[in-house]
C-alpha cells in the first residue's frame, strides 16, 4: 500500500488549499482514510476520515472549515480547508486502516486505527 499526498503550501489566513491522497495498491473491501496533522509542539492529531460505507467525521477543532470527501477515482480522498489560521501550520498525513471501516470513533481511536501511513504534505499559514 503507499499513500501519497500532495496540495500543501504556503498561504495567509483565511486563505484555502485542497491536500489530495492517493492511495495505491489498497484494495480491501472496508476500508478507512483519514486524514492526521502534527502542529508544532503537539501530538499527531486525527483530522477527518471516510470510510467504505460513505461515513465521514471531521474532528471538532476544524469543522465548519474543513471537509473531507471522496474523488471520482475511489482510491483518491481530499481534505478542503478553508478559512485557515496560523494554528493549522503543520504537517498533514493521509492514513489508511488495514481493512476496516472507520466506525463512530475512529477520531478518538486516532493513530492506533490505521496501519498504513503517507510521507505528508507542509502546510504553513502566514498571519
Known amino acids: 500500500v503507499q499513500l501519497v499526498e500532495s496540495g500543501g503550501g504556503s498561504v495567509q489566513s483565511g486563505g484555502s488549499l485542497r491536500l489530495s491522497c492517493v492511495a495505491s495498491?489498497?484494495?480491501?473491501?472496508?476500508?478507512?482514510l483519514g486524514w492526521f496533522r502534527q502542529t508544532p509542539g503537539h501530538a499527531r492529531e486525527a483530522v477527518a476520515a471516510?470510510?467504505?460505507?460513505?461515513?465521514?467525521t471531521v474532528a471538532d477543532s476544524v469543522k465548519g472549515r474543513f471537509t473531507i470527501s471522496q474523488g471520482s477515482a475511489t482510491n483518491t480522498l481530499y481534505l478542503q480547508m478553508d478559512n485557515l489560521e496560523p494554528e493549522d501550520t503543520g504537517m498533514y498525513y493521509c492514513?489508511?486502516?488495514?481493512?476496516?471501516?472507520?466506525?463512530?470513533?475512529?477520531?478518538?481511536?486516532?493513530?492506533?486505527?490505521?496501519?498504513?501511513w503517507g510521507h505528508g504534505t507542509q502546510v504553513t499559514v502566514s498571519s
Open positions: 495498491r489498497y484494495t480491501y473491501s472496508s476500508w478507512c
Open positions: 471516510f470510510g467504505s460505507d460513505g461515513s465521514s
Open positions: 492514513a489508511a486502516s488495514r481493512g476496516r471501516n472507520c466506525g463512530p470513533y475512529i477520531l478518538r481511536v486516532g493513530e492506533s486505527g490505521f496501519g498504513y
